[in-house]
């Protein structure tokens, strides 16, 4: 299961979460039938549409339509331009309403513009600049509209609206490519929920710094920590210093030069055990492990996973069903058959546990690599294809690359050349978008040796070279002695640790 900022929308909700939405639903119908306002039927009926969007968007449409009939019938206009914002929001993702879209948003802009209702007109630019970034990924123009409104927010004062706008400005630049726009907004927003102690948005924004810099170019990633850091400096918190660097550290993983990964790593775990940040030092020996296992040095990935797991005993953390996993996939490949099976087992628990009685696609799928090492194939299929609809769904590419790759090798290995093409194909191009090296290898090895298999030396040999390419990128003897140096100086600085 691959962790990211980009956490993935699972489709797994609790009864109890259920019960609630279902309890809101009911009281806000019940309420619809009772209310003896004009305003508070309107209000009742946005209220349930947004209930739905997700769920019944068809329903969302007619109950924004009621509410818009309602609006223009008591001339209500305050309600009426939010009517037709929201209708122009949900329709934007059909391609065939674009027309639409444009005359209901611009509608509720005149609206707002021409009765003063400044507040409202700031929501209706926030929704418009989010249809530009969002559904018709137009960032240019969503962020011009974006800015229009933050700079109504500052004319009348509306710190409110500064989060949703922000939001918009961030993604826009993302889209646009323009990194160094993109922490700016970050850092601007970490300061606005600072100032109006917006904690869980401060949160978000820290979070989204991290993974701006760690998704930039290289080159751009290391003068973008410097930015972030001189920030931090500014505001004197040394947990952000920490936040930023790992998401520079991130950068270097994800681009697959693992020894400054490695080193960026370890120093940030320093930074944060110094801070006694028992959350995030998590996190960074999760990450750690990884690279060491997907160096192929699996003892030492072992010991990170193993000192993970203690600290998440005392945290209480839930995400420890990942480190369960993570330590059996260590064992399967050190062929620790009972051990392997073991902690697979506390996996499947812990998962069943918090997600009472569903267990998280993550933790299927990389069950599903556990027991194809251990030579399970039928128990491996299964775990795969349980996760794979779930995966497609949420659209996640890491995740689903890493299920193609692993059905791909399980045909591969019944001699069901054609259908282990077919998924190492539908790899391939998931892997080389998240850079996922050992994947790019796994999938070109086997589609090259499809077309081996039917004579086409060609393109056997294209697929070849770029397995010898990414090899020589990911596991160069200079590289391996870089890793072996960080581990061992890792390993020394402990050992004074304990001593002193």
Known sequence: MIRSFIIIILIFFSATIVFAQQNKIDSIRSYLRTARQDTSKIRALLDLGQHFQDTKPDTTIILYRQALALSRLYTLSRYEAESLSYLASRLAFDPKKKDSVMLFIQQAFLLTRNNKFWEQETKTLSAWSAIYVYAWNMPDSGILLAQQGMGLTDKYNIASQKIGLTWTLINGSIKA???????????????????????????QYSDMANYVISIAPPDSASLLTERAVAFAHNIHDKTYEAHFREGVAMNYKNTGNYPKALKAFMTVLEMYKNLNDKTDEVEVMSNIGILYKEQGEFRRSLLFFLNEMEVQKILHDSLIM????????????????????????KSCQEATRVSAGAVDPGVLDDLGELYFELGEDSMAMNYFKESLPIFEMAHDPSNLCEIYIGIAKLHKKRGQIDSSFQYASKALPLAQQNHQLNYIIDACS???????????????FVYKEIVSSVKDSLFSQEKVKEIQKIAFDEQMRQQQAFSQ
């Open 446 to 460: 086997m589609i090259s040796d499809y077309y081996k298999g039917r004579h086409n030396i060609d393109s056997a």
């Open 177 to 203: 490519k323009r990194y160094y726009a993109a922490l700016q907004f970050c850092l601007n927003g970490i300061s606005l929920s600072r100032l109006n102690k917006f904690k869980y948005s401060e949160k």
């Open 322 to 345: 990942y480190t369960y996993e993570q330590i059996g996939n260590n064992y399967a490949k050190l062929k620790m058959r009972d051990s392997a099976i073991y902690f697979a087992k």
